[in-house]
C-alpha cells in the first residue's frame, strides 16, 4: 500500500508540472502578440510618415464652392494653407474654424478628394435688414443673428429697421419684422424686399413699410402675406386711375377695409448709401 503522503506530493508535483507549461505556453502566445503589434504598429507609423511627407499627396488644386459676398481669395486667405502642403497633414477642423471667423460665414465643410484636391463648401449668411445699435447699423440675417456691422464696402441693397428697435431679440417688434423679412425675401410680387427701404415698428400700431418711392404700406401685427395681397387690387386701381404712387399712405391693417390717403413727408428719416427711409 503507497504511503499517503508521497502520493500527495507526487500528486502536487505533477499538477505543478502541469500548470508550468500552460503558464509557458501563455507567455509564448502573449509574446507573440506583442511582437506582431510591434510590427504591424511600426509599418503603420512608417506608412503614415511616408504618406504626409509623399508629393504625390500634395494639394495642387482648392476648389471653394458657395461664395456669393465673399471670394474665393478672401476665403483662402483665411484657410491660410501654405503651398505645396500634404492633403493628408492638414487639420480640417483647423482649417474650418480659421474661414468661420469671417463674420459672413454661417457654415463650412472642407473634404479631402484624393490624391490631391481640397473641396470647401460654405454657406453665408443672407443680410435681410440694417438695423440700428451701440452707434451704428448692423447686418441681420434670416435666422435674426444680428451678424456684423455695416461698413462702407458691404454693397447690400436692403430695408432699415427703424422705429421701437431695443437690443432685445425676442421683444415683439422685432419678431413680428423677422417674420415679415422672411416673407419679403422669398417674395417675387410687389413689394419685394428690394422694394423696401425701411420697415417702420410702432408697439401700438405694429409694422409699416416705406418703399424707394416714398409709399408707405401700413400693415399692422401679423397675416401680413394676406394683408399684401390684397395691394395688387389697390395697386392697379391707383395706376388706372394715373395716381402717382409717391407719398401716399396705404393702410391694409383693417381686414374690412382698404384706406388710401395723402400724407405729409418729412425729409429722410435715414440715409445709408442708397437707401431712404421716409417718415410720416
Avoid at 500634404?86 to 474661414?99: E, F
Wanted: aromatic fraction near 8%.
Amino acid at each position: 500500500m503507497k504511503n499517503p503522503v508521497k502520493s500527495r506530493l507526487e500528486a502536487k508535483k505533477y499538477r505543478l508540472k502541469r500548470r508550468s507549461k500552460h503558464i509557458l505556453h501563455e507567455l509564448l502566445r502573449t509574446a507573440l502578440l506583442l511582437i506582431a503589434i510591434s510590427i504591424v504598429g511600426a509599418g503603420m507609423i512608417y506608412g503614415y510618415n511616408f504618406a504626409i511627407s509623399s508629393p504625390y499627396f500634395q494639394i495642387k488644386e482648392i476648389i471653394v464652392h458657395g461664395c456669393k459676398e465673399l471670394t474665393e481669395k478672401e476665403i483662402l486667405s483665411y484657410a491660410t494653407i501654405k503651398p505645396s502642403q500634404n492633403l493628408l497633414a492638414i487639420n480640417l477642423g483647423t482649417i474650418a474654424h480659421r474661414i468661420e471667423s469671417n463674420p459672413w460665414v454661417k457654415e463650412v465643410s472642407i473634404g479631402r478628394e484624393f490624391p490631391n484636391r481640397l473641396i470647401i463648401n460654405l454657406q453665408e449668411r443672407t443680410a435681410v435688414a440694417l438695423l440700428k445699435r451701440d452707434n451704428g447699423f448692423n447686418l441681420l440675417d434670416l435666422d435674426g443673428v444680428v451678424f456684423k456691422k455695416h461698413e462702407k464696402n458691404d454693397e447690400v441693397d436692403i430695408p432699415v429697421l427703424n422705429g421701437c428697435y431695443s437690443d432685445d431679440n425676442d421683444s415683439v417688434i422685432f419678431t413680428k419684422s423677422l417674420e415679415l423679412l422672411r416673407y419679403l425675401s422669398a417674395s417675387k410680387e410687389f413689394p419685394t424686399i428690394r422694394n423696401i427701404a425701411e420697415i417702420h415698428g410702432h408697439e401700438v400700431f405694429g409694422l409699416s413699410l416705406f418703399t424707394d418711392s416714398g409709399l408707405c404700406i401700413r400693415l399692422g401685427f401679423d397675416s401680413y402675406e394676406n394683408k399684401l395681397k390684397r395691394l395688387n387690387t389697390v395697386m392697379a386701381d391707383l395706376e388706372r386711375r394715373n395716381v402717382k404712387l409717391g407719398f401716399l399712405l396705404i393702410d391694409l391693417n383693417d381686414p374690412a377695409k382698404i384706406a388710401v390717403q395723402k400724407r405729409n413727408v418729412l425729409s429722410p428719416a435715414i440715409t445709408i448709401g442708397s437707401r431712404k427711409g421716409y417718415r410720416t
